[in-house]
């Protein structure tokens, strides 16, 4: 959450929305948005195609979150140019490219607690300056 917050800090005319399954978060008034991945379009009708920036953490790391997250991800952002970043894990991999054509960067998040499963970020937009460049596989 606090990278939003961030985010609208050094970009004070961008505007951020949270869109997030849990309640406690309508604290955030109308910078957060209830969503439900097992509907992935029961959003309202003025934010489809509205983003060009979006950032995306799925809840699980199975197929059918991901196809669902991704078919969210394609009614909010602009389908001209868009910048999409998705964290999820390293089994995600095939799915990331296949759902949304997202590449994996070299940069790999680090958690405080020992998870079983190695996180990545993906992108579709190379991202070397920031997060390494795409690993493409040969």
């Not at 957060?32 to 009708?45: A, E, G, I, V």
């Not at 699980?60 to 970043?85: D, G, H, R, W």
Request: charged share 25%; with cysteine; glycine share 4%.
């Amino acid at each position: 959450m606090n990278f939003m917050w961030k985010f609208q800090k050094m970009y004070p005319t961008m505007s951020a929305q949270l869109f997030e399954y849990d309640q406690r978060f309508e604290q955030y008034g109308s910078d957060f948005t209830f969503y439900d991945y097992n509907s992935p379009k029961d959003l309202p009708q003025t934010m489809k195609h509205t983003y060009q920036i979006l950032v995306a953490d799925p809840p699980y790391l199975s197929e059918e979150c991901l196809k669902k997250v991704a078919q969210t991800i394609e009614y909010l952002t602009k389908p001209e140019k868009n910048f999409m970043l998705l964290l999820t894990g390293e089994v995600q991999r095939e799915r990331t490219l296949k759902f949304l054509g997202l590449h994996p960067c070299s940069f790999r998040p680090e958690h405080s607690s020992k998870l079983g499963n190695e996180f990545r970020v993906y992108t579709n937009y190379n991202s070397s300056e920031k997060l390494g460049a795409w690993e493409l596989e040969g």
